[in-house]
Structure formats: structure tokens, C-alpha cells
Nanobody, 119 residues
């Protein structure tokens, strides 16, 4: 049983920065791939960034060079540092934890945190 709680969203001007946090409980955490997704109203939920249990990161092209995903295993927390924010980044951002076991796939979601970039 894994629970995820996101925080750090808010209102920011274009070009500004925000840092999102995702605190997890009920798992070892380090064995999961952590990811950030985002979803604008009426739009599909899209993958933004991932970090594997080994620390390898990947980003969608639209945020490369601007966003940084990281994690602190001792604190069971994943982060998304967002810099040079654009109006197009406005969305609800969701934290995701994912792992594959012999017994099956585990996939957990947080409730989301709103990020609004004014134009």
C-alpha cells in the first residue's frame, strides 16, 4: 500500500519557478520508478518526467532544459523543479509511483497539485 501526497503548486508569472514535492508512505520507495504527469482541463494526462530506481531521468521534449526531476530515498520524497515556466505549463501536476514485480505491476497516483502560469 503506497500513498502519495503532492505539494508546492501555485500561481507564478511566466519565466518564474516552482518546486513540487511528492511524499510517499507505505513502501520502500527506492524500488519504484517515480514520475510526474500533468493534465490541463479537458485535456489528456501527459507524462512530464521520470526517474528510475537507479536514478536515471527522462523528460518530455517540451520541458527539457527547464525541469529537473529528483528524489531523496531517505525522505521517501520525489521532486520536480520547474524553471522558466510558460503559460503552456499550466496544469494539474500528478505524482506517480510505478514498479514491476513477478507478482504483478504496482501503479499509484497522488491527488494532484495545481500549477498556474499567468500570461
Amino acid at each position: 500500500q503506497v500513498q502519495l501526497v503532492e505539494s508546492g503548486g501555485g500561481l507564478v508569472q511566466p519565466g518564474g519557478s516552482l518546486r513540487l514535492s511528492c511524499v510517499t508512505s507505505g513502501s520502500i520507495f527506492s524500488m519504484y520508478t517515480m514520475a510526474w504527469y500533468r493534465q490541463a482541463p479537458g485535456k489528456q494526462r501527459d507524462l512530464v518526467a521520470t526517474i528510475t530506481s537507479g536514478g536515471r531521468t527522462n523528460y518530455v521534449d517540451s520541458v527539457k532544459g527547464r525541469f529537473i526531476i529528483s528524489k531523496d530515498n531517505a525522505k521517501n520524497t520525489a521532486y520536480l523543479q520547474m524553471n522558466s515556466l510558460k503559460a503552456e505549463d499550466t496544469a494539474v501536476y500528478y505524482c506517480n509511483a510505478h514498479r514491476v514485480l513477478i507478482t504483478g505491476v504496482n501503479d499509484y497516483w497522488g491527488q494532484g497539485t495545481q500549477v498556474t502560469v499567468s500570461s
